[in-house]
T-cell receptor, first 111, second 113 residues
Framework: EDKVVQSPLSLVVHEGDTVTLNCSYE??????LLWYKQEKKAPTFLFML????IEKKSGRLSSILDKKELFSILNITATQTGDSAVYLC???????????FGGGTRLMVKP | NAGVTQTPKFRVLKTGQSMTLLCAQD?????MYWYRQDPGMGLRLIHY???????AKGEVPDGYNVSRLKKQNFLLGLESAAPSQTSVYFC????????????FGPGTRLTVT
């Protein structure tokens, strides 16, 4: 059974801080790891990672995958109040037809 | 281009009542999914479909049924609602297989009293 564990469960920081969110996984025949941001409604896609060691960046957000140690991190630099959200990590296997989601990390950025 | 839409947005049911949630996508995606999200539990897959006329069980299928008669629509049914089915329900779709990016609908908040 595929499994995804995210840490920490929640985090409170101040604007301008840098945060690192963690995602560890167990999946049969790994294919991809995805990060989503969820504010009040639907999750929105951030990154999809398939190869180890290659950083993906989008503005102040970046993510990297370690397929040997079975984890990924999501970094957010110079945080803003608009970064407050739940961040979800999900993994997909080669043989499966679905994603397995972790429980999420709730980030609150205070002014 | 509306993406993924869900109907209704909110619903309150009494125990034992039935209802159907409708998901529609206009991206010509093959794969469609129904999730439920409970506080602190992330997203759990209820049922999914890999194409028109096909359905399969996910992680938490009990108490739900689904149908995919048309490629663009995926229906989730509750035959006899229970308070444990109080949740937010999300529909999603993806172009191909499950490891690909999924696009989510806005969600349906269901309360069963």
């Amino acid at each position: 059974e595929d499994k995804v564990v995210q840490s920490p469960l929640s985090l409170v920081v101040h604007e301008g801080d840098t945060v690192t969110l963690n995602c560890s996984y167990e999946v049969t025949n790994f294919r991809s790891l995805l990060w989503y941001k969820q504010e009040k409604k639907a999750p929105t896609f951030l990154f999809m990672l398939t190869s180890s060691g290659i950083e993906k960046k989008s503005g102040r957000l970046s993510s990297i995958l370690d397929k040997k140690e079975l984890f990924s991190i999501l970094n957010i630099t110079a945080t803003q109040t608009g970064d407050s959200a739940v961040y979800l990590c999900a993994v997909g296997g080669l043989a499966g037809n679905m994603l397995t989601f972790g429980g999420g990390t709730r980030l609150m950025v205070k002014p | 281009n509306a993406g993924v839409t869900q109907t209704p947005k909110f619903r309150v049911l009494k125990t034992g009542q039935s209802m159907t949630l409708l998901c529609a996508q206009d991206m010509n995606h093959e794969y469609m999914y129904w999730y439920r999200q409970d506080p602190g539990m992330g997203l759990r897959l209820i049922h999914y479909s890999v194409g028109e006329g096909t359905t399969a069980k996910g992680e938490v299928p009990d108490g739900y049924n689904v149908s995919r008669l048309k490629k663009q629509n995926f229906l989730l049914g509750l035959e006899s609602a229970a308070p444990s089915q109080t949740s937010v329900y999300f529909c999603a779709s993806s172009l191909w297989r499950g490891g690909d990016e999924q696009y989510f609908g806005p969600g349906t908040r269901l309360t069963v009293t």
